[in-house]
């Protein structure tokens, strides 16, 4: 398969996972089942670090021109953001590190604002698919992976699963002793 081709496909490929990503989590922020919202964002998440993981692994998609076409005006966002803010409320901050393996600077961190990031940044890159400027998407996709979304996409994975892992296995001792004791005495 020529070069240009599996960038074709890779291109298809990343641009339906932009497409699924972004909608998946303005269905989440839309309150449509706050009550599945953490692993169905941890499923979104995890299905499009596969995805980045496939522009990282390609060599750097440079595009024949030197400068980025105007994709036009950027999508406004803050709804997207208020809404996941809201929906993650009491829980949304968390702390992380800039560069782990640089530094041991810690920053503090945001779901809502990752995931609104993370979304904004395919969306710029679905503009340029959409409009026939493939090589220019991927590029787009590929810096803006390296650069900040995988990060962001990284660390808000984590800081759900630290979520979900607490509310499934903080349990106070008696109810862990009577949950045993019903185990093993049915």
């Known amino acids: 398969m020529s070069e240009i081709s599996d960038l074709g496909a890779l291109a298809v490929e990343t641009a339906r996972d932009a497409e699924t990503f972004s909608a998946g989590v303005r269905e989440i922020a839309a309150g449509a089942a706050p009550e599945t ?3 169905l964002l941890m499923l979104l998440l995890s299905q499009l670090q596969m995805s980045g993981a496939r522009l990282g692994a390609v060599q750097d998609v440079v595009p024949t021109e030197r400068f980025e076409a105007d994709p036009g005006p950027e999508t406004d966002l803050d709804a997207l953001r208020t809404s996941l803010a809201n929906l ?4 949304d901050d968390y702390t992380d590190l ?5 530094s041991v600077e810690l920053a503090r961190g945001a779901i809502s604002d990752d995931l609104t990031d993370i979304v904004q940044a395919l969306e710029h890159g679905l503009v340029h698919y959409r409009a026939g400027r493939t090589v220019e998407a991927l590029w ?3 810096f803006s992976y390296l650069s900040e979304w ?4 990284a660390a808000s994975l984590r800081a759900l699963l630290t979520i979900l892992r607490h509310l499934r296995l903080d349990v106070d ?7 045993e004791f019903d185990a093993l005495h049915p």
């Open 150 to 153: 995988g990060v962001r996409a």
């Open 140 to 142: 787009w996709w590929q």
């Open 88 to 91: 993650f409320e009491g829980i």
């Open 98 to 102: 800039i560069d782990p393996v640089t």
């Open 173 to 179: 001792d008696e109810a862990a002793a009577e949950a």
């Open 37 to 39: 919202a953490i692993p």
